[in-house]
Nanobody, 127 residues
Framework: QVRLVESGGGLVQAGGSLSLACTASEGTFRSGAMGWFRQASGQEREFVGAIRWRDGTTEYSDSVKGRFRTTREITKRTMNLQMNTVKPEDTGMYYC????????????????????WGQGTQVTVSS
């Protein structure tokens, strides 16, 4: 069974940068789209960004647009999230998710469109 494994979380100062990665565990992995979501303590899970596997089309939440960038490395079955100019409100558990089918950009922010989830990696931004 395919698993998604996140890596790269940690502690970073406000204004700094951090990179996350999400790798699918098996070569039979087939994805139409992958996304990043985050959940702060006591809050609901929220969309961060996503990428369509076939053509690299991306979508971001307004809160991270212009600061975060997601890319994919197809041969490595890996999606990356480059986080720049981070803020304390970026703190949370970051989860990656995969959808077997390609998604329209209007669908990418909906958690129910994804059928596979990772365990999450913690990001803490200090002020």
């Amino acid at each position: 069974q395919v698993r998604l494994v996140e890596s790269g979380g940690g502690l970073v100062q406000a204004g700094g940068s951090l990179s996350l990665a999400c790798t699918a565990s098996e070569g039979t992995f087939r994805s139409g789209a992958m996304g990043w979501f985050r959940q702060a303590s006591g809050q609901e899970r929220e969309f961060v960004g996503a990428i369509r596997w076939r053509d690299g089309t991306t979508e971001y939440s307004d809160s991270v647009k212009g600061r975060f960038r997601t890319t994919r490395e197809i041969t490595k079955r890996t999606m990356n999230l480059q986080m720049n100019t981070v803020k304390p409100e970026d703190t949370g558990m970051y989860y990656c998710a995969a959808s077997e089918k390609p998604l329209w950009t209007t669908q990418m922010a909906s958690p129910e469109q994804y059928n596979l989830w990772g365990q999450g990696t913690q990001v803490t931004v200090s002020s």
